[in-house]
Nanobody
């Protein structure tokens, strides 16, 4: 089994910052792609940022220049640094990895509000 545990979410004012972390544990050989997705009620889950095992990154247009994804393979952890947060960034954020299969975390709430 593979387990993903997100942390670092919460309530922040517009313009503020948060850093999400996702720790991966369990039985897997290596992790290829790690990523962050988000979902709001009534909408489909969307990709926010992904990072390959070679460090190549891809971001949604809506977060480019504000969010930064990184990974620490020694710790099997992926991070999402979110700066200049906007109310429209409010969502449940999910961590995901592609290893021998595709795995998801349970999700963590991020609320941007004054």
């Amino acid at each position: 089994q593979v387990h993903l545990v997100e942390s670092g979410g919460g309530l922040v004012q517009p313009g503020g910052s948060l850093r999400l972390s996702c720790a991966v544990s369990g039985n897997f050989f290596s992790i290829n792609v790690m990523g962050w997705y988000r979902q709001v009620p009534g909408k489909e889950r969307e990709s926010v940022a992904i990072i390959s095992r070679f460090g190549r990154t891809n971001y949604a247009d809506s977060v480019k220049g504000r969010f930064t994804i990184s990974r620490d393979d020694a710790k099997n952890t992926v991070y999402l640094q979110m700066n200049s947060l906007k109310p429209e960034d409010t969502a449940i954020y999910y961590c995901s990895i592609e290893a021998t299969d595709h795995y998801w975390g349970q999700g963590i709430q991020v609320t941007v509000s004054s």
